[in-house]
């Protein structure tokens, strides 16, 4: 059974950082791309940031420059550091996991990060 399991997510102040970590469980992790997206309220789903099983980023462009995504393989769990944030980065925080070979998809639950004053 496939579970990704997101936690960090909270209540934080603009210019406040908060790390969400994606841990896995039932694949072999290594093997994925892992990916972050969020969806704020009336908005679609966006990616945020993705790291490939070799190790190679991209970012979207709200978050170039404040935001970091890496990997552990050996904990099976992927990372979102994030920075300097700011109200619109409020939303719900999703991790993906991409197999590189079948493409398959596996998508965790969510959790809320919430920039205010």
């Known amino acids: 059974q496939v579970q990704l399991v997101e936690s960090g997510g909270g209540l934080v102040q603009p210019g406040g950082s908060l790390r969400l970590s994606c841990g896995t469980s039932g694949i072999i992790f290594r093997a994925h791309t892992m990916g972050w997206y969020r969806q704020a309220p009336g908005k679609e789903r966006e990616l945020v940031a993705r790291?490939?099983?070799?190790?190679?980023?991209n970012y979207g462009d709200p978050v170039k420059g404040r935001f970091t995504v890496s990997r552990d393989n050996a904990k099976s769990t992927a990372y979102l550091q994030m920075n300097s944030l700011k109200p619109e980065d409020t939303a719900v925080y999703y991790c993906?996991?991409?197999?590189?070979?079948?493409?398959?998809?596996?998508w965790g639950q969510g959790t809320q990060v919430t920039v205010s004053s």
């Open positions: 790291i490939t099983s070799g190790g190679s980023t």
């Open positions: 993906k996991a991409t197999n590189d070979r079948s493409r398959g998809e596996y």
